[in-house]
């Protein structure tokens, strides 16, 4: 069985930094793009950044510079480190893992973050 756990959320000022993981646990990760989306109240879900299994990396136009999406391979473990936040960064982020070939994809359960003075 494969699961997601997003870790990391919370509220934090205008400004400020925070670190998402998404710890995996299966036979997925290594063979498999990782990736971050987010969704906001009332609004469609939309990707904010995804590393290929060869760290190929794509941002968001609203993330870049700012964030930045990383693999950890020996703990299956992939990273969203989020900079200079700002208000309309407040969503519930979701870890996702995807495997075009294999038709297989995964999503977790979401951690919200909240950027608020």
């Known amino acids: 069985q494969v699961h997601l756990v997003e870790s990391g959320g919370g509220l934090v000022q205008p400004g400020g930094s925070l670190r998402l993981s998404c710890a995996t646990s299966g036979s997925i990760f290594s063979g498999f793009t990782m990736g971050w989306y987010r969704q906001a109240p009332e609004k469609q879900r939309e990707l904010v950044a995804y590393?290929?299994?060869?760290?190929?990396?794509k941002y968001a136009d609203s993330v870049k510079g700012r964030f930045t999406i990383s693999r950890d391979n020996a703990k299956n473990t992939v990273y969203l480190q989020m900079n200079s936040l700002k208000p309309e960064d407040t969503a519930v982020y979701y870890c996702?893992?995807?495997?075009?070939?294999?038709?297989?994809?995964?999503w977790g359960q979401g951690t919200q973050v909240t950027v608020s003075s």
């Open positions: 996702n893992a995807e495997n075009l070939m294999l038709a297989r994809e995964f």
């Open positions: 590393i290929t299994t060869d760290d190929n990396t």
